[in-house]
Structure formats: C-alpha cells, structure tokens
C-alpha cells in the first residue's frame, strides 16, 4: 500500500562565514571593559589626587622654607619641573592600571573568552593598548597641567611663577602628560609578558624607582652617563625646561625611553601569539 505521506527531508544547513569583528567594535568592547571595572575609577581618582596633592603640598612647603634654603638650591630651582614633582607618585598609579588591563584578564580567566570572540590577536592587543593610552593621556594631560597650576599659585607669594607662554614651559607639562602614557604602555607591556600582576607591578617599580636609586651611588663621569640612560631619567627630560648635566635633551631623552619600551612591546606581542591563552 503506497504511503500517502512521504517522509520530510531536510536539508543540511549550511554554515554561515563567521564575520571578523570590525575594530571599532573591537575598542568598544575594550573601552566597555575598562570603564565597567571598578579599579579603573579608583586608579584614575588616585593619580589626580596624588598627582595633584602632592605637587601642591611640596610647592607649599617650599614657599614656605624658601628663605632658609642654601643659596645653591635657589639658584638651581625650576619652577616647571618642581611643580609637577607629585606625578612621579601618580606615575606609580597609572603604571598599576596598565599592569591590571592585562593581567586581570589571566586572573579571572576572561582572556579565553576574549580571544574566543576575538581570534586576531594583533587586533585584540591593538584595540586593548589604544584605549588604555587615551585614558592614560587624558589623565597625564589633566594632572600635569593640573598640578602645574596649582604650584604656580603657591609660587607667586615668591615671585617664582612662570606663565605657561615661557619658552619651553608648555612642551614641558605637555610632555609630562605624554612620559604618563609611555610609561603606561611600558606597564602594559610588561603585563602581556608576564602575565601576573605581582611580578608585573613589582617589575615596573623595579624599573622606574629602584634602579634610579642603583645609579645614584655610582661614581665617576661613567655613573653620570649611565644616570642619564636609565628609562626614568630619559623619560622624564621631556618634562625639563633646562636640562643640565643629569639629563638628556628632551628628544634624544624620548627616543632612548621609546628603546627601552620597544625592547619590552615586541618580545611581549611575539610571545603574546604564541602562547595558549
């Protein structure tokens, strides 16, 4: 007997090409992460805050002290460079922040997640370096111009304020601004090879505070030399209106400091594509 109902076929469904995700989207999702946690805030807070505070607070007590200090000191005194002398705490804090923007994603184990919807690892570490340096600029910009001002106030009860339209003094706290982000970005760098935030962060302050400290007991014209090749030195002569003997010219101090950042960035991009997440 013939079956009135024959029996269905269904046809095997076809698999649709897998969209790459457009970068835009990709630095959306960054930023979407970034803002979302906590420590962000409380990261960019504390580097205003110290940043800021502390220039204040060491501008005031130096007004203050400024008749008992020796003839010596006076004469070497920049008002540029010490107004903004909190940053170099607030340095630390943004450091601490490019460290997290990567490790964190290990330690929670986010970073399979990611790198599952976003496979192009290039893009990914692209995308997640592009907005931790706008947030890190803006925030350099703010408290370095911040910090700046505030000094000057303090300054003028001694006559010892200079107006932003000085030769040298906005490229000055404009590249203060700038030594925040690289420093950051070096940060990052060092939290993709790594991975772990202790030895991360540990590393950075090893860097940036420890080794300055190193150098300052070597003798000799060869340890003034070498005082001016350390990443912390090279950087910061970008902040310098007058660099002397300790420091670099600002360029050539950039470019050394943009050395040492390349000699972390590439091996942590090269290990970063190589290893299992």
């Not at 698999?15 to 790459?20: A, E, G, N």
């Not at 943009?258 to 000699?263: E, G, I, N, Q, R």
Request: aromatic share 8%; with cysteine; glycine share 6%.
């Amino acid at each position: 007997m013939r079956n009135p109902h024959p029996p269905l076929t269904v046809a095997p469904a076809k698999s649709l090409p897998r969209r790459r995700p457009a970068f835009g989207h990709m630095v959306a999702s960054e930023w979407l992460k970034l803002r979302s946690v906590r420590s962000t805030y409380w990261t960019v807070v504390a580097t205003l805050v110290v940043s800021v505070g502390l220039s204040g607070l060491l501008a005031l007590a130096l007004v203050s002290s400024w008749d008992r200090l020796p003839a010596r000191d006076r004469a070497m005194f920049d008002p540029t460079s010490y107004a903004m002398t909190g940053t170099n705490i607030g340095l630390l804090v943004l450091s601490v922040l490019g460290v997290l923007t990567m490790t964190s994603e290990y330690s929670t184990g986010t970073i399979r997640a990611s790198l599952a919807a976003v496979p192009d690892r290039t893009r990914f570490l692209a995308a997640k370096a592009l907005v931790l340096c706008a947030v890190a600029f803006v925030v350099g910009q703010v408290s370095a111009f911040a910090s700046f001002l505030l000094s000057q106030l303090f300054f003028t009860a001694r006559d010892l304020d200079v107006p932003l339209s000085e030769p040298g003094v906005l490229r000055a706290v404009s590249g203060c601004g700038l030594y925040l982000t690289l420093v950051t970005l070096l940060a990052f760098g060092i939290g993709v090879l790594l991975r772990h935030t202790a030895a991360a962060i540990t590393s950075i302050v090893g860097l940036m505070f420890v080794i300055p400290i190193i150098a300052a007991f070597l003798p000799g014209e060869w340890g003034l030399t070498l005082r001016r090749l350390i990443p912390s030195q090279a950087g910061s002569a970008v902040t310098v209106v007058d660099p002397n003997e300790t420091y670099l010219a600002p360029l050539p101090g950039l470019l050394v400091f943009c050395c040492y950042l390349a000699a972390v960035l590439v091996p942590a991009y090269l290990l970063f594509l190589r290893r299992d997440a």
